[in-house]
């Protein structure tokens, strides 16, 4: 990944009880603030009387949620399950400054009773002082000559990442060259010593600087296959009838790709011979040209139109046929959110998801970026990497980044000079991608490009994918890991990634060998158990809904088995077989309640 599509780092605390380690966590004082009414399940004054509710029961519960005087609360999200309990996640400000590492998810009952907290920062939100001693200047100086940009406004937050609480200024820098593509990066600088706290970038990539320069070294170039085939006409809807129309109107068109064959797409006809590659019927989701620049504003890109409803030639001499890959990508990701989770959109809030093919010069990679709130696909290196990165499970991948950004934003511990990340919940993030893109796949059910528990298998490596769920450390590539140990805590996050969707993969599918569709796997336990799987279906269920109501911006692999612990038990029971499973898998990647490290970082 590019960079944390986050901007904020912290430590989760978890409390255990004897069993299984699961019980909840707890959050606190009556805050002001504007509540965000996105990714909602109800609006208006019923969605509105949860988070009244859910703030007094932070304040009046304070000590297990962590609320101190002078903190305000701003609700994010409002979650109500089928069963009754409401979810409000919040993110909090103190004496008025943005509070990094402060979100908190507060559970209530059916009646709005308190039930429990899941909580990013242990300790209380205290700063020492709130009188800089740099100032704002000083700290847009530091700001761009780190981030090598042009730094925007200071804002003065509390940086409560890492256990402390510290008065800093959080700086935007634009056109940063410490990336292979320029971007915005954020940049958190102590106000009172001057230390740069962190320098991030705002845009998730695919392939970490790591693994370029890995495969750089080995000489390796990425050629991905195309195909063309035709896929059933009963998948193409007849052309719009050629009567009198009121435009725009929705339009059936045909999209030959680079990757996934003749595919369906829904357009907007505009005028009798005018075509718009923007699907109506998923909120104007939209596909637009880059045009060869590092554009981070979409109105900027290029429209992709036609005459006939068709797109694309299935070759890169097409500038459209990149486009088809990414709007079909964007439309299945969006469908299989929809149709799974309900859940509407990237954000759950009904609006549209965009892409930008053709993104910079030479681009080898591709972008959730979240100042552009879209994705980015450059067109490849030339050298490296031969063609766009427009492959629909890098684009089920980048785009669940967009979920988690809009929920529990994971984030790193740590970014180093290079652009790569280490920690446990950056590995979380890029686990939980992999996990609904290999789902996105699954979904789409596309002949051209077969559903798997492989990521990045059209790619071209020589090692026939770039990761796998069911026996993660067989890519060598990144150095992936099977099992957690102490050190996984410090691991780069495409290398960490592996505990998490191992024990998710062990959860669907179970332990030992199996053909699946075609694709032959593998999975071994740390323990050597058997682990008999619930399914995918089942197994999903518990890991979206883990995320959505149990997760925050420092969850880490221990926080996640009580978070999946928890989901289960919401969805099944806790005497479920699914909730046995659940602790099973993760005890087959050495990820239990005996192990717990008594210190979070």
């Not at 304040?59 to 609320?67: E, K």
């Not at 006809?269 to 005018?274: E, I, L, V």
């Not at 089920?396 to 180093?416: C, F, Q």
């Not at 890991?543 to 911006?553: D, E, G, H, I, K």
Request: net charge neutral; proline share 3%.
């Amino acid at each position: 990944m590019r960079g944390p599509h986050i901007r904020s780092l912290a430590v989760a605390v978890a409390v255990t009880t004897a069993a299984t380690g699961l019980a909840g966590t707890a959050f606190a004082g009556p805050a002001t603030g504007t509540d965000r009414a996105t990714a909602s399940t109800e609006t208006g004054t019923n969605a509105a009387s949860v988070v009244t509710a859910a703030r007094a029961a932070a304040f009046a519960h304070a000590s297990a949620t962590g609320v101190t005087r002078g903190d305000e609360l701003r609700a994010q999200d409002v979650l109500i399950d089928p069963e009754g309990a409401r979810h409000v996640r919040f993110i909090r400000t103190h004496q008025g400054m943005p509070v990094l590492g402060g979100d908190l998810v507060v559970h209530l009952s059916h009646k709005l009773a308190y039930t429990g907290v899941t909580r990013a920062a242990e300790q209380s939100i205290k700063p020492a002082t709130t009188q800089a001693k740099l100032t704002a200047g000083q700290a847009e100086a530091k700001a761009a000559a780190v981030a090598k940009g042009d730094a925007g406004t200071a804002q003065l937050v509390v940086d409560a990442r890492d256990g402390g609480a510290a008065l800093a200024y959080q700086i935007p820098v634009s056109d940063s060259s410490t990336a292979e593509a320029t971007g915005t990066r954020t940049v958190v600088v102590d106000a009172v010593t001057g230390k740069v706290r962190s320098n991030t970038p705002d845009s998730d990539e695919f392939l970490s600087p790591k693994l370029l320069d890995t495969l750089r070294e080995r000489g390796e170039t990425l050629n991905p296959a195309t195909g063309t085939a035709v896929q059933p006409n009963s998948l193409v809807a007849a052309a719009a009838a050629s009567r009198a129309v009121h435009y725009p109107v929705t339009a059936s068109g045909t999209g030959t790709s680079l990757f996934v064959g003749k595919v369906p797409l829904t357009t907007t006809r505009t005028a009798r011979t005018s075509y718009l590659l923007k699907d109506p019927t998923r909120w104007g989701t939209e596909t637009r040209d880059a045009k060869g620049k590092e554009l981070e504003n979409f109105a900027q890109g290029k429209k992709f139109t036609t005459t006939n409803d068709k797109w694309g030639n299935g070759a890169v001499s097409h500038r459209d046929s990149a486009a088809v890959d990414a709007q079909y990508g964007i439309t299945k990701t969006l469908d299989f959110y929809k149709k799974t989770f309900d859940r509407k959109g990237i954000a759950n809030n009904g609006k549209a998801a965009r892409g930008m093919v053709h993104f910079g010069n030479k681009v080898a990679n591709a972008f959730w970026d979240s100042t552009c709130g879209c994705m980015l696909y450059g067109d490849g290196d030339g050298d490296m990497f031969k063609k766009p990165l427009v492959v629909l499970d890098v684009t089920g991948h980048e785009l669940t980044h967009g979920v988690v950004d809009a929920t529990a934003k994971l984030e790193p511990t740590r970014v180093d000079a290079d652009g790569n990340q280490y920690g446990e919940a950056g590995s979380l993030n890029e686990s939980l991608a992999d996990i609904f893109g290999s789902n996105v796949e699954f979904s789409a059910n596309n002949a051209k490009n077969p559903p798997n528990y492989l990521i990045g298998e059209k790619l071209g490596l020589a090692q026939k994918f770039l990761r796998r769920l069911d026996h993660p450390s067989l890519d060598k590539l990144e150095g992936t890991i099977d099992y957690w140990s102490p050190q996984t805590y410090d691991a780069e996050v495409h290398a960490g990634s592996g505990v998490s969707s191992h024990a998710y993969y062990l959860l669907a599918e179970g332990s030992g060998s199996k053909t699946i569709g075609g694709f032959a796997y593998d999975s071994p336990t740390y323990d050597g158990s058997t682990v008999t799987g619930i399914g995918r279906t089942k197994a999903t269920a518990i890991f979206y809904r883990a995320l959505t109501r149990y997760m925050v911006s420092t969850t880490d692999f221990h926080d996640a088995r009580i978070a999946t612990l928890k989901a289960a038990a919401d969805l099944y029971g806790a005497n479920s077989t699914a909730y046995k499973t659940v602790d099973q898998a993760w005890a087959a990647v050495n990820v239990t309640v005996a192990n717990t490290p008594a210190a979070r970082h």
